[in-house]
């Protein structure tokens, strides 16, 4: 979808650009391509390789010899996270490499703090010195193509174009991707991919280290930094001030006096807000929602954060016959900052467990076996726990089909397993509670 919209627009600009009386010839080399770069290596690699070779078959469509294209890469902001944020840079790190190897012409590396306070002197450094150590300290820059001949990286790469290529085609039948967008056809096709990449996160079918996956509910959250959001903003406003030659002015909106509003300091916005607008004749667009795959998640810890549920692991038996239930029970609740507890060895006994169950005073106790023994412990162990903590939620860990019905009329409240949406579980959970 990235690259077919991508493509859509540049040949609507092309088309565009041609009409007015540009000679097709010049038009070409002056493309610039932003792609963004996620955290999937060779996907990315084979999207910036894809990417040129699809823009050389449509500037020969035109009638033009193929010029190079120029492509920015930008650090995606759809995997970066609030929570445990330091492993931006780790992600950052890979889109960096991705975007050297796929033969991104520049690119921009985000500071790990994007996503939560404007970017603070070490977070830029850290940016910038990933740059350093991909060009100078490891020499990516020096190989022309480095997954050139590689058959995976090849093969994605046709593969990625012909799916791409058969939508960009979908996008021209419709009439090229003005049209396209007064339909909506790109916003529901990014909204229905964006709903299953967020769906898989939630249910932890895709991980996000920090988020869904190994999560640190006890990590110290950075703090915002208003003073050097200011010093910034100061800053800029100096470099403008200084590279003004004179006041900015712009009587018409013809290209050559736009140029000069430049030469003399004006920024974007400024010339922007001088432009003419149309009257009510402009279609109004419905524009795509910038999303992060770990907001669900955030908003969940961010509720929990001042009163987290407390829930007990109640473990039967020795390791091999707990610890594998009991390590899933306890990153599926710490996803959402619920405080999860354990006594370290197993109960031996249903009496056991039940003692320390209510000595834990959780909220929550997560019933942790095998399925073989489950129909001996859930009886024994849920109606003397809920005849001592009424209020308490008995979830069970795994999902035994066949013994599902007599485990509910025992008094088990729920069950988490694999095929659980646990973002969803764990957001119910907290309101219940």
């Known amino acids: 979808e990235e690259l077919a919209f991508g493509l859509a627009t540049g040949t609507a600009y092309f088309r565009a650009l041609a009409t007015a009386g540009l000679p097709e010839d010049e038009i070409a080399p002056r493309f610039v391509m932003s792609l963004s770069l996620g955290s999937n290596l060779f996907m990315q690699i084979a999207k910036l390789r894809a990417a040129r070779l699809l823009w050389d078959r449509i500037v020969e469509s035109f009638g033009v010899k193929p010029a190079p294209l120029f492509i920015h890469g ?153 003073d050097c959001a200011e010093k910034k903003f100061n800053e800029r406003s100096k470099r403008i001030a200084a590279a003004r030659k004179g006041g900015v002015s712009l009587a018409s909106p013809s290209v050559e006096e736009i140029a000069k509003a430049f030469q003399t300091g004006a920024t974007i916005g400024e010339i922007s807000k001088a432009l003419p607008r149309k009257g009510a004749g402009v279609p109004e667009i419905p524009r795509v929602r910038v999303i992060r795959a770990s907001e669900g998640y955030e908003r969940l810890r961010a509720s929990t954060k001042e009163c987290p549920p407390k829930v007990w692991l109640a473990k039967f038996g020795p390791p091999k016959q707990s610890k594998a239930r009991a390590d899933f029970s306890s990153g599926f609740f710490a996803a959402g900052g619920f405080d999860v507890s354990q006594k370290t060895a197993g109960a031996k006994s249903p009496d056991e467990a039940l003692e320390q169950a209510v000595a834990s005073k959780a909220q929550i106790v997560v019933l942790c076996s095998t399925d073989d023994t489950y129909p001996e412990i859930v009886p024994a162990f849920v109606p003397a726990l809920k005849a001592k903590m009424p209020g308490v939620k008995v979830i069970l860990a795994g999902y035994p089909a066949d013994q599902i019905e007599a485990h509910k009329a025992s008094g088990v409240d729920d069950f988490i397993h694999l095929k659980v949406d646990c973002l969803a579980f764990l957001t119910n959970l907290q309101k219940e509670l």
């Open 74 to 226: 930008r650090c995606s902001i759809f995997n970066k996270s609030v929570l445990d944020p330091h492993t931006n840079m780790l992600r950052a790190t890979a889109e960096g490499f991705a975007g050297v190897v796929g033969g991104v012409d520049s690119m921009h590396v985000a500071a790990f703090d994007e996503p939560i306070r404007t970017p603070d002197e070490f977070s830029t450094r850290i940016a910038r010195n990933i740059h350093v150590i991909l060009a100078e300290e490891c020499g990516f820059a020096e190989v022309a193509d480095a997954a050139g001949g590689s058959w995976y990286v090849e093969s994605l790469t046709i593969e990625l174009a012909k799916k791409a290529w058969e939508l960009f085609q979908e996008v021209e039948k419709r009439g090229g991707m003005a049209v396209a967008l007064r339909e909506g056809f790109p916003q529901s096709a990014v909204a229905v991919s964006a709903k299953t990449r967020l769906d898989a996160v939630s249910k932890r079918r895709e991980a996000v280290l920090g988020v869904n996956l190994f999560p640190n509910p006890a990590e110290t959250p950075l703090a915002p930094n208003p």
